[in-house]
């Protein structure tokens, strides 16, 4: 069983940016791709971008051109740079992970909040 460990929430003013990561307890090298999802308020959770382990990544169009995903397999670490945020970006930001291609995410973090001031 792997756990997934989200940190690097907080408060940020509009404008600013956050970098969150995501540890894995054990090898990230099992997973046919992870991603983050995020939940705001009286909203469904929503996919804001994966990544394969192949490379092939698929950002959300309110995620491209301001957040980067990428990993560091040698520390089994997932991160999310968010540069330019928005108020709309308020949420609480799940990483998850799957093993298999055609499989749902079958492992998730706890989340972690993050809050976008105007």
């Known amino acids: 069983q792997v756990h997934l460990v989200e940190s690097g929430g907080g408060l940020v003013q509009a404008g600013g940016s956050l970098r969150l990561s995501c540890a894995a307890s054990?090898?990230?090298?099992?997973?046919?791709?992870m991603g983050w999802y995020r939940q705001a308020p009286g909203k469904q959770r929503e996919l804001v971008v994966s990544?394969?382990?192949?490379?092939?990544?698929n950002y959300a169009d309110s995620a491209k051109g301001r957040f980067t995903i990428s990993r560091d397999d040698a520390k089994n670490t997932l991160y999310l740079q968010m540069n330019n945020l928005k108020p709309e970006d308020t949420a609480v930001y799940y990483c998850?992970?799957?093993?298999?291609?055609?499989?749902?995410?079958?492992?998730w973090g706890q989340g972690t909040q993050v809050t976008v001031s105007s």
């Open positions: 990544l394969t382990s192949g490379g092939t990544t």
């Open positions: 054990g090898s990230i090298f099992v997973f046919n791709a």
């Open positions: 998850a992970a799957r093993r298999w291609k055609l499989g749902s995410y079958e492992y």
